[in-house]
């Protein structure tokens, strides 16, 4: 299947700071990117549609303002996380689609944030 | 909300087929049925996805009735490795291919 990686993998900052995770397809170019959020023992949560060279679409309770979503080219998608708070620590998830055959999305490994 | 209904759990015992049903009662014609599990602390990874027809690859088989208001996952020989949790998830063009999970199963393939 296709890959798709995050960097980093875990990351710890300090209240207030913004957070980069970046979202990468390896081997396929991705017009369209999902951002998700999960939180311990939940399911995955979609934050936002992220798609190449236009504005992202975040679903409802997200605040755009704070999760600032760049797609600047076909294989690159970042989520900034900015002042960051506690209550934002969470596991954030991307997903990619690939372009060959029917739609199918790919996901990355996962990036674990830990705000103190 | 998701438009799938999956037990919460399942144990499979070991070398044993594990069939993991799922309800889509309201499935439209051109959407998809999608399998993802999540393995502890990973990323999702994709299973299989099927329109109508009954689809096999070197993971999964999935079967859709002929109705497709429902689907069994099946993983004919599942492994310790197999532990995870399960996500039917319904999706296709009309909401943008976005995939909206619900609680999954978590199956427990024991030895």
């Known amino acids: 299947g296709a890959v798709v990686s995050q960097h980093p993998s875990r990351v710890i900052c300090k209240s207030g700071t913004s957070v980069k995770i970046e979202c990468r397809s390896l081997d396929f170019q991705a017009t369209t990117m999902f951002w998700y959020r999960q939180f311990p023992k939940q399911s995955l949560m979609l934050m936002a549609t992220s798609n190449e060279g236009s504005k992202a679409t975040y679903e409802q309770g997200v605040e755009k303002d704070k999760f600032l979503i760049n797609h600047a080219s076909l294989t690159l998608s970042t989520l900034t996380v900015t002042s960051a708070h506690p209550e934002d620590s969470s596991f954030y998830i991307c997903?990619?689609?690939?372009?060959?055959?029917?739609?199918?999305?790919?996901f990355g490994p996962g990036t674990r944030l830990l705000v103190l | 909300d998701a438009k799938t209904t999956q037990p919460p759990s399942m144990d499979c015992a070991e070398g044993r087929a594990a069939n993991l049903p799922c309800n889509h009662s309201?499935?439209?014609?051109?959407?998809?049925v999608y399998w993802y599990r999540q393995i502890h602390s990973q990323g999702p990874q994709y299973i299989i996805h099927?329109?109508?027809n009954n689809e096999t690859n070197e993971m999964a088989s999935l079967i859709i009735t002929e109705d497709r208001k429902s689907s069994t996952l099946i993983l004919p020989h599942a492994t310790l490795r197999d532990t995870a949790v399960y996500y039917c998830?319904?999706?296709?063009?009309?909401?943008?291919?976005?995939?909206?999970f619900g609680q999954g199963t978590t199956l427990q393939v024991k030895p």
């Open positions: 309201t499935i439209s014609g051109n959407e998809y």
């Open positions: 998830i319904v999706s296709g063009s009309s909401n943008t291919g976005k995939l909206i």
């Open positions: 997903s990619a689609y690939s372009s060959g055959g029917a739609e199918t999305q790919y």
């Open positions: 099927g329109l109508k």
